[in-house]
């Protein structure tokens, strides 16, 4: 069997042994795609996704209009992550001349978009000057955000960090 343009035979021709190699390469790289995004977790933080997409723009106007008026500075610190030590988030929150603001309740959301097993809700505690805190322990090196939401009466408002743990 001699492989030339000329040979009548398909196989022996390498036109067509071309297109049969393409084709494979193709499929097996589609293949491989369909294989990795079935194992591979969806990336999805919440359960919910589809309904909190439908409520954001209500959410996102009140949480403009709360801002607004309770005109808060929030300030997040945190030291260098590492992977399961514990670690603190300091938060500071300053009213419009600068107090820090007594008797506030809040969460620290720590959620990794790539992993919701690894999400925490973790409620914030209050020092005694008026500053509040977290403790948290994160299992994964990589990137995290930390969502703090603070509320006063029916008024909220959040903070959005993004962190590396190393």
Same mark, same amino acid.
């Given at each position: 069997?001699?492989?030339?343009?000329?040979?009548?035979?398909?196989?022996?021709?390498?036109?067509?042994?071309?297109?049969?190699?393409?084709?494979?390469?193709? +499929?097996?790289?589609?293949?491989?795609?369909?294989?990795?995004?079935?194992?591979?977790?969806?990336?999805?933080?919440?359960?919910?996704?589809? !309904?909190?997409?439908? @409520?954001?723009?209500?959410?996102?106007?009140? +949480? /403009?209009?709360?801002?607004? !008026?309770?005109?808060?500075?929030?300030?997040?610190?945190?030291?260098?992550?590492?992977?399961?030590?514990?670690?603190? /988030?300091?938060?500071?929150?300053?009213?419009?001349?600068?107090? +820090?603001?007594?008797?506030?309740?809040?969460? /620290? !959301?720590?959620?990794?978009?790539?992993?919701?097993?690894?999400?925490?809700?973790?409620?914030?505690?209050?020092?005694?000057?008026?500053?509040?805190?977290? @403790?948290?322990?994160?299992?994964?090196?990589?990137?995290?955000?930390? +969502?703090?939401? /603070?509320?006063?009466?029916?008024?909220? !408002?959040?903070?959005?960090?993004?962190?590396?743990?190393?």
């Amino acid at each position: 069997m001699k492989i030339s343009q000329k040979n009548k035979n398909a196989l022996s021709n390498p036109w067509m042994i071309g297109w049969l190699l393409l084709v494979t390469i193709v +499929l097996s790289i589609n293949s491989y795609m369909i294989i990795t995004s079935a194992t591979t977790g969806p990336g999805l933080v919440f359960d919910d996704y589809y !309904q909190r997409g439908v @409520d954001y723009e209500k959410k996102a106007l009140k +949480l /403009l209009d709360d801002k607004k !008026q309770l005109q808060w500075e929030i300030l997040l610190d945190s030291t260098d992550i590492k992977v399961n030590e514990p670690t603190t /988030l300091n938060i500071l929150a300053k009213d419009n001349n600068g107090n +820090l603001i007594k008797g506030l309740t809040g969460i /620290l !959301q720590v959620y990794r978009p790539s992993d919701k097993n690894k999400d925490q809700i973790i409620q914030l505690k209050e020092n005694k000057d008026g500053t509040y805190y977290a @403790d948290y322990t994160l299992g994964l090196k990589g990137k995290w955000r930390l +969502l703090v939401s /603070l509320k006063q009466a029916d008024k909220l !408002q959040t903070i959005e960090k993004k962190i590396f743990v190393r």
